[in-house]
């Protein structure tokens, strides 16, 4: 079992940075590919990025990739997405999950709201 704990979202101005973080429990994290994922208002949820075990393999969504970077630190049981250049679409929920795979996360948390302003 995993549970997950986001933290560090707020309100940022367009082209602002912030960094969320993710703490774990549980013994296996270390195992687990751990992925961001967000849902915007009226939207549905959607794959933010992932990055594989060990950290050495990261994949991102085409509408993040160079303005966002995901990493993990296994000492500490973190995840962690630094968030730069934020547009107003950036907005949202983000959720942490866990799980074998991108396409199979079993555990997730309870999100942390992201809101940008113009």
């Known amino acids: 079992q995993v549970q997950l704990v986001e933290s560090g979202g707020g309100l940022v101005q367009a082209g602002g940075s912030l960094r969320l973080s993710c703490a774990a429990s549980?013994?296996?994290?270390?195992?687990?590919?751990m992925g961001w994922f967000r849902q915007a208002p009226g939207k549905e949820r959607e794959f933010v990025a992932v990055i594989n075990w060990s950290g050495g393999v990261t994949n991102y969504a085409d509408s993040v990739k160079g303005r966002f970077t995901i990493s993990r630190d296994n000492a500490k049981n973190t995840v962690y997405l630094q968030m730069n250049s934020l547009k107003p679409e950036d907005t949202a929920v983000y959720y942490c999950?866990?799980?074998?795979?991108?396409?199979?996360?079993?555990?997730w948390g309870k999100g942390t709201l992201v809101t940008v302003s113009s």
């Open positions: 999950a866990a799980g074998p795979s991108r396409l199979n996360m079993a555990y």
């Open positions: 549980g013994r296996t994290f270390s195992s687990y590919a």
